[in-house]
């Protein structure tokens, strides 16, 4: 007797971005992950930093294809009828390794069955697979209708851009210079007056500068309601760029709050206080800004937890007259000030 089936389904999800503590960056990818059961199959890859194929930055056409062969309607990429599920963020080869399986069609159901780790053009299920997952049987019916969604849903992708307000167009270009960089466009304007109504429907967040006072404010909030677009603001908690683009991604995240992996973030005394929803890796980065305004930065933090809340002590330097504290993980990043 064929297996029990299971439900399938998508759901929005991020790959966070940003400019790290080392000078380097990372891209921002948002992407549509597959939900089985009602939890997302990204979350039983605890320690894994992927995307799927179904990524908002993709060209419209390879978008399409990438789905018609989820659909079966066009031939496997890998030999034995093996299709990418993961893939790395930065690139689209094998050579970093992807999560791979054979999907197929049994009867009234789709099925994704022998998920393995491949970085080659075949992959070794004795070494490589994940035995844990899968197989998960899918009505076809209910699969199909899912994917065939997303063909009819090219207006709904996720908006990746941001402006930026204020007058000071110094500060706003290094910030938009860092957003541009891991992947998300920015564009700075002093009078929002002057976009048309249907460009500020491509932003999904506005960033005031400190220059922007009240009034500036609440003409913003009001020409993006009248123009009907429901776009996130950041209120910049310090002049520090790593620390305002996370602000940007986290603001820029729609996914579903109950589908994400980091849902926590406080810092009081001398620790932060960490809430998971599934076991990942957690990054933490404290960023200071000391009296003489220049950024101090320390790791505090980069291992993996497990569902629940944790506490992870912070140095003293971190504690310090106007910090703040960046956790990152897989699909997600959240920013909070340390209360002292």
């Not at 110094?170 to 938009?176: E, M, P």
């Not at 520090?240 to 986290?250: C, D, I, R």
Request: hydrophobic content about 45%; overall charge negative.
């Amino acid at each position: 007797m064929p297996a029990g089936y299971a439900t399938f389904g998508l759901a929005p999800a991020m790959r966070a971005g940003g400019v790290l503590a080392d000078g380097g960056y990372q891209v921002h990818r948002d992407f549509i992950d597959f939900v089985v059961d009602g939890r997302p199959l990204l979350f039983q890859l605890s320690d894994l930093d992927a995307v799927s194929p179904l990524a908002s930055d993709i060209p419209p056409a390879i978008f399409t294809h990438q789905v018609r062969g989820l659909l079966l309607e066009a031939d496997a990429p890998l030999p034995d009828g093996r299709y990418v599920i993961y893939g790395c963020p930065e690139c689209e080869g094998l050579d970093c390794g992807a999560v791979t399986a054979v999907i197929e069609r049994d009867g009234d159901a789709v099925v994704w069955r022998d998920f393995a780790w491949q970085t080659a053009e075949t992959a070794d299920l004795e070494l490589n697979g994940y035995h844990e997952i899968g197989p998960f049987r899918f009505r076809a019916a209910e699969y199909r209708a899912e994917l065939e969604r997303l063909l009819d849903a090219e207006a709904s992708r996720p908006r990746r851009r941001v402006l930026l307000i204020g007058a000071r167009v110094a500060g706003l270009a290094r910030l938009a210079a860092a957003l541009r960089t891991i992947g998300i466009g920015a564009e700075i304007t002093d009078d929002v007056g002057t976009v048309p109504a249907e460009e500020l429907g491509t932003y999904g967040a506005v960033a005031f500068g400190r220059t922007a006072g009240e009034p500036e404010r609440a003409a913003v909030r009001a020409a993006f309601a009248a123009a009907g677009v429901d776009a996130a603001y950041v209120e910049g908690l310090a002049p520090v760029v790593p620390l305002l683009v996370a602000q940007v991604e986290h603001a820029l995240d729609r996914s579903p709050s109950e589908r994400r992996r980091l849902t926590g973030l406080t810092a009081d005394g001398d620790e932060a206080e960490v809430t998971v929803a599934s076991t990942c890796r957690v990054r933490l980065v404290t960023y200071r800004v000391d009296r003489l305004r220049r950024t101090r930065t320390q790791d505090v933090f980069d291992g993996v937890l497990e569902p629940g809340t944790h506490r992870i002590p912070l140095a003293a330097q971190a504690v310090k007259w106007r910090s703040f504290v960046v956790a990152r993980a897989m699909g997600g990043v959240l920013v909070a000030p340390v209360v002292r």
